[in-house]
């Protein structure tokens, strides 16, 4: 697969990391020459030089070829933009980085659904932390080749759990309705906007992408 990176940010840098040492092509879109420069040594992965909202730089990143486009930079006006701009030209998906809440509801009306919001999952996780719930202990749970795929119900998919024709090893874990956990049973319905959780053997994951698509922390509109 192919992520294309506007901005080199930490967590662009960071995640770009994690995809290529799992072997997906990365091009990382950076206005600042020294910042190229000094991840040229480290990343093996293309660099354009310029601003990512621009559409010339967007369109050569090669839209057609691109998987998801990541709107990392460290500013939220220019993410959104760059968002926008790379809607128009055709990415098939696009994640927008927002610090600030506040553009939360923007971003939703101007159908950017796929946003991070990195101070809300870092206090989610304090959160759980403090009530003594480590989500990071799922890491000596899910080993070897086990994953966690998650994806947000459409009306398509409003049947019986066991219904969905998921691949052979991966099964439905449970499901999280109205923010409420749902405990999964042989007749359990799913609805519309359900976030469903499955867990999944690595080499299933890019048929699951390609039916829901690369799940990550979002904020959807309901």
């Not at 909202?53 to 057609?64: G, M, N």
């Not at 799922?138 to 998919?157: M, P």
């Not at 007749?187 to 080499?203: F, G, K, Y």
């Not at 994951?205 to 959807?220: F, K």
């Amino acid at each position: 697969m192919r992520a294309v990176f506007v901005g080199a940010s930490s967590l662009a840098v960071m995640t770009a990391r994690f995809l290529l040492r799992r072997r997906h092509e990365v091009v990382i879109i950076e206005r600042s020459k020294e910042r190229i420069e000094a991840l040229a040594g480290e990343l093996d992965c293309g660099f354009l030089l310029g601003d990512g909202s621009k559409p010339v730089l967007l369109r050569e990143a090669d839209p057609a070829r691109t998987d998801l486009l990541f709107c990392l930079t460290g500013n939220d006006q220019a993410n959104i933009l760059a968002s926008l701009v790379g809607r128009s030209l055709g990415f098939a998906r696009i994640v927008t980085k927002i610090d600030d809440p506040e553009f939360e509801h923007i971003c939703i009306e101007l159908g950017l659904e796929d946003m991070i919001i990195p101070s809300r999952t870092i206090g989610r996780y304090l959160a759980d932390l403090f009530q003594g719930m480590n989500l990071l202990d799922l890491s000596g749970v899910i080993k070897d080749e086990a994953r966690i795929f998650t994806f947000i119900a459409g009306h398509d998919d409003e049947m019986a759990a066991d219904e969905l024709k998921l691949p052979s090893r991966s099964r439905v874990v449970c499901l999280y309705r109205g923010g409420k956990f749902v405990a999964v049973q042989e007749n359990t319905r799913l609805q519309a906007d359900d976030e469903v959780v499955l867990i999944t053997h690595a080499d299933d994951l890019p048929a699951l992408h390609e039916r829901w698509g690369v799940q990550m922390e979002t904020v959807r509109k309901h």
